[in-house]
T-cell receptor
Framework: DTEVTQTPKHLVMGMTNKKSLKCEQHMGHRAMYWYKQKAKKPPELMFVYSYEKLSINESVPSRFSPECPNSSLLNLHLHALQPEDSALYLC????????????FGSGTRLTVV | DQQVKQNSPSLSVQEGRISILNCDYTNSMFDYFLWYKKYPAEGPTFLISISSIKDKNEDGRFTVFLNKSAKHLSLHIVPSQPGDSAVYFCAAKIQGAQKLVFGQGTRLTINP
């Protein structure tokens, strides 16, 4: 298995809703990442988990809450989002050394209404 | 402050010819550079990387060149194929840091 699987592929949520994005990999990668990508912009790092512990939070608002229940699974819990949070949310993982490249999932297209 | 810049939003190349995608950077602490390819509705796919101590790395049709003095790198694709049509992102890793900084991307179109 050489994939990072993200679900759902599309999500529409209201500003008062609570939802979660899910990311799964079975490659034994010990670092996992959440990136956010707006249209015509580069991916921007949100969070990094290393060995199931949060190692980087890029000053992301608390309405985004990451969780790493085990080494294969990464969640992003969403609550009280704003329309400007609408974007493509990408999950990625690496075996360890980033110079070997991330493996990205296909992303979740989130629309906040 | 855009530390990694891809100044060409788009590039059109004829099939069979060479595609050259360019990337400039400003941070001298970058120690690895990577290229990713992205199709619509898919996540980026890793193509090739280069360490800052090297000036060239080759993998099949893809070659990355690094000019440290100019803070410039380029990706050469030879020969270009229709399946190469995608958005290409340049990315860089800061020494000691566990994250990548991406450029804005260049949309490459290969014409038959």
């Amino acid at each position: 298995d050489t994939e990072v699987t993200q679900t759902p592929k599309h999500l529409v949520m209201g500003m008062t809703n609570k939802k979660s994005l899910k990311c799964e990999q079975h490659m034994g990668h010990r670092a996992m990442y959440w990136y956010k990508q707006k249209a015509k912009k580069p991916p921007e790092l949100m969070f990094v988990y290393s060995y199931e512990k949060l190692s980087i939070n890029e000053s992301v608002p608390s309405r985004f809450s990451p969780e790493c229940p085990n080494s294969s699974l990464l969640n992003l819990h969403l609550h009280a989002l704003q329309p400007e949070d609408s974007a493509l949310y990408l999950c990625a993982s690496t075996r360890g050394f980033i110079g070997w490249g991330y493996t990205f999932g296909s992303g979740t297209r989130l629309t906040v209404v | 402050d855009q530390q990694v810049k891809q100044n060409s939003p788009s590039l059109s190349v004829q099939e069979g010819r060479i595609s050259i995608l360019n990337c400039d950077y400003t941070n001298s602490m970058f120690d690895y550079f990577l290229w990713y390819k992205k199709y619509p509705a898919e996540g980026p796919t890793f193509l090739i990387s280069i360490s800052s101590i090297k000036d060239k790395n080759e993998d099949g049709r893809f070659t990355v060149f690094l000019n440290k003095s100019a803070k410039h790198l380029s990706l050469h694709i030879v020969p270009s194929q229709p399946g190469d049509s995608a958005v290409y992102f340049c990315a860089a890793k800061i020494q000691g840091a566990q994250k990548l900084v991406f450029g804005q991307g260049t949309r490459l179109t290969i014409n038959p």
